[in-house]
C-alpha cells in the first residue's frame, strides 16, 4: 500500500502541471503514454520491442494519437486516416517477408490496438483542447468510479461481477462506484459546465460513463487473462503498467466524444 501511494503522489505531481499547462505538453505527454502502453501489449503477445512490427506500430500507433493540427500540411483530398491505414499496409507486408513468422494474427492483434490505445490517447488531447475542465470531468468520473467500486466493494461486495475475468470485482461494488462517480460528476458539472445538455440528460450521460468506464477496465482484464499475465507492465510500482491505469479512460473518452462533449 505505501508503494501505491508514493507511485500515485509522484504521478500526480508530474502529470498534474502537464495537463494544466495544455498544448504541446498534453500532445507529447499523451503519445509518449500511447507508446508505453502498446509496448506492453507487444511484450504480452511475446514481441520485441527492437522488431520491424514495433517501430512500425508505434508510428502507427503517433499518427492515430496526433491531434487533427499536425495533419494541416495534408493535400485537402488525403484524410489522417490514410495514413494509419499505411502503416496497416506494412504490418500485412511484413507477414509476407517474415514468411509468416509474423503472422496475420499478430497483424491483427497490433492494429486493434493501435486503434483501441490511439484512440482513447488522441480524445485525451482533444478533450484538453476543448478546455482543462472537460478533461478533468472525464478524470473525476474514471477516479472516482474506481475508488467508489473499490471501497463500497470491499465493504458490501458479495455478488461477484465477472469472476471468470476480474474475480475481486463485485456488483455492489460497481454499482456503488457508478452512484458514487455519478454524484460527483455532477457536482463537478455544476461548478464547471460542460457541453449544452441539461442536468438531467448530464445525470443520465455522467451515469453512463461511470459504466463504460467499468467495462474498459474488464476489456484490459480480460487481455491480461488471455496472456496469463497479472498486470500489463511493471513501470508503475504498485499499480502495473499504463494500461492498467489508463483502461477505464480509454473507453470513456471517445464515447464522452461522441456525445459532444469533447
Do not use: C
Not at 489522417?80 to 507486408?93: A, D, E, G, R, T
Not at 488531447?125 to 478533461?135: D, E, K, N, Q, T
Request: proline residues 4%; aromatic residues 12%.
Amino acid at each position: 500500500m505505501k508503494q501505491r501511494v508514493i507511485t500515485a503522489v509522484i504521478a500526480l505531481i508530474i502529470f498534474i502541471p502537464i495537463i494544466i499547462a495544455g498544448g504541446i505538453w498534453v500532445d507529447i505527454a499523451a503519445i509518449a503514454l500511447g507508446l508505453v502502453a502498446l509496448s506492453e501489449v507487444l511484450i504480452m503477445r511475446k514481441k520485441l520491442l527492437v522488431s520491424p512490427e514495433a517501430w512500425i506500430s508505434g508510428l502507427g500507433i503517433i499518427a492515430v494519437i496526433a491531434p487533427d493540427s499536425w495533419w494541416n500540411w495534408l493535400p485537402s483530398h488525403l484524410n489522417p486516416w490514410y495514413i494509419v491505414y499505411l502503416f496497416v499496409l506494412l504490418l500485412l507486408l511484413r507477414t509476407v517477408v517474415s514468411k509468416n513468422r509474423f503472422s496475420f494474427d499478430d497483424a491483427g492483434v497490433i492494429t486493434l490496438s493501435m486503434l483501441y490505445i490511439g484512440i482513447g490517447f488522441h480524445f485525451f488531447i482533444a478533450a484538453r483542447g476543448v478546455s482543462l475542465m472537460a478533461l478533468l470531468y472525464a478524470l473525476f468520473i474514471v477516479w472516482t468510479t474506481d475508488s467508489g467500486a473499490y471501497m463500497i466493494g470491499r465493504k458490501l461486495g458479495k455478488h461477484k461481477l465477472a469472476p471468470h475475468i476480474s474475480p475481486n470485482k463485485t456488483w455492489e461494488g460497481s454499482i456503488g462506484g457508478s452512484l458514487v462517480a455519478t454524484v460527483v460528476g455532477m457536482a463537478f458539472w455544476l461548478f464547471f459546465p460542460i457541453g449544452h445538455f441539461n442536468p438531467a440528460i448530464m445525470i443520465i450521460l455522467t451515469l453512463l460513463f461511470s459504466i463504460v468506464g467499468q467495462f474498459g477496465d474488464l476489456v484490459e482484464s480480460a487481455l491480461k487473462r488471455y496472456y496469463g499475465v497479472k498486470d500489463s507492465g511493471k513501470i508503475l510500482p504498485g499499480h502495473g503498467g499504463i494500461l492498467d491505469r489508463f483502461d477505464s479512460l480509454l473507453l470513456v473518452l471517445p464515447v464522452i466524444h461522441l456525445f459532444g462533449l469533447i
